[in-house]
């Protein structure tokens, strides 16, 4: 007999092997109605995702362009979404050249929480780019041919970063133990880039 956690684990394993759990966790109103339509304990889902949920993820970012900061915010709660929270991320990681706003995706927020608790600092990110508008991409992918032209940071799934006080090939370094995500290492222009596509580094 297949008892009820074997069963919850058959089907959303069937759910990640068809693509649809990243879908699902892109923004915020799909990891609710994706969880409130299998019903999966915080337990469960932190099975699939690499070890139990925290408590509480929580985030300092700071925009290098725009001085703006969020500041030691709580957006996630016993593996739920603070909407507000996430707003005020939103925000802060807009396109700075159009003022463009996305919703950012909420594993990128996990992975940025995860990378500050295996580096043991509760400084703030300094940002460099976060979203960018396709407008502001094609310029940019113009001017530049390291600039992808369906780039994820279009889809508010990859960040550019730097960490006051930590040298750039550690933070590319621990970014690469997480194993989430592409990580790109530059170190002219001083930023680390992380993002929830494929695991890939260059």
Known sequence: MINKRQLLQIGAASLISAGLVENAFAQPVRVENFRGQINLEDELMADFFGGKEPEVRRLSLYNLHTGDQAKDIVYKEKGQVV????????????????????????????????????????????????YRSPKTNAMLAERSGGVAKNSMHMQGKAIDIRVPGVELSHLRNVAKELKIGGVGYYAASDFVHVDTGRVRYW
């Not at 003022?99 to 940002?127: F, Q």
């Open 83 to 130: 909407s507000d929270a996430l707003s005020e991320i939103n925000y802060v990681l807009r396109d700075f050249r159009t003022g463009d706003v996305t919703h950012m995706d909420v594993a990128l927020m996990d992975l940025l929480d995860s990378l500050s608790r295996k580096l043991e600092v509760s400084v703030p990110y300094n940002v460099i780019s976060g």
